[in-house]
Nanobody
Framework: QVQLAESGGGLVQAGGSLTLSCTAS????????FGWYRQAPGNQRELVAQ???????NYAASAKGRFTVSRDDAKNTVSLQMKDLKPEDTAVYYC?????????WGQGTQVTVSS
């Protein structure tokens, strides 16, 4: 079992920046996927950005050019730098660590962007 702990959420004005961090309780090196999802009220959970084992990154179209995801397996962390935040980025952001049948989720951190 792996526990994931997110931090860095909060309230920010539109156009502002936030950096989210997620730390795993065990080594992440062998996991294929380490990344971020989000869920806004009334919506399904959706991919924001992720880093695959080997370094390939995937971004949602809404995140490209504004968000940067990075993974550090030596520290068992994944981070999400978010710039030019918009009200539609408001959601609970979840960290995910996965490989094959193994899927671990953090408890989420709230990001609220005011207009």
């Amino acid at each position: 079992q792996v526990q994931l702990a997110e931090s860095g959420g909060g309230l920010v004005q539109a156009g502002g920046s936030l950096t989210l961090s997620c730390t795993a309780s065990r080594g992440t090196l062998m996991y294929t996927v380490f990344g971020w999802y989000r869920q806004a009220p009334g919506n399904q959970r959706e991919l924001v950005a992720q880093v695959l084992k080997g370094g390939t990154t995937n971004y949602a179209a809404s995140a490209k050019g504004r968000f940067t995801v990075s993974r550090d397996d030596a520290k068992n962390t994944v981070s999400l730098q978010m710039k030019d935040l918009k009200p539609e980025d408001t959601a609970v952001y979840y960290c995910k660590l996965a490989s094959g049948r193994l899927n671990y989720w953090g408890q989420g951190t709230q990001v609220t962007v005011s207009s």
